[in-house]
């Protein structure tokens, strides 16, 4: 929980100005999640409907927003990883391999995984499921 003062807040409450910092902007977004759970009801199931809301939003925000943002950048600077061999080559060849999409499918998927083991497995059957696709988007692109 970000500790901004009481004035900020009390700013910030009222609509008096937007947030300028993040821990305001933390704030903005915690109070609203405050409200939505005080009028839905607190229990598990809001709990974690509102921690899957939040990575959804992490999740497409860094699919719209940092992916493109990245892959302009290793346009204008150059790419400090090398493609693993045989993904280029098989991509060249066939054409039917769209090597974008299969670069942010496999890194949504890495995430989701950290995200699942950081959890503890708790979601077992679809944290096995993500692996397998993973393995399959590995194999297909000639990774594994």
Known sequence: MPYITQDARKELDNNERKPDALGEL???????????????????????????????????????VVVPYEQEKIR?????????????????????????????IYTRLNIAYDQFEYLGGSFKPFYDGIIELANFIKELAGLK
């Not at 204008?76 to 942010?104: A, C, H, V, W, Y």
């Open 26 to 64: 933390n704030y903005e977004i915690t109070m609203l999640i405050k409200d939505y759970l005080d009028r839905q009801g607190h229990g598990y199931r809001n709990y974690a409907g509102v921690i899957g809301m939040l990575e959804t939003i992490i999740l497409e925000y860094y699919r719209r």
């Open 76 to 104: 204008e600077n150059g790419d400090i990883f090398k493609m693993p061999s045989g993904l280029e080559k098989q991509t060249q060849t066939t054409g039917t391999i769209n090597i974008e999409r299969l670069k942010n």
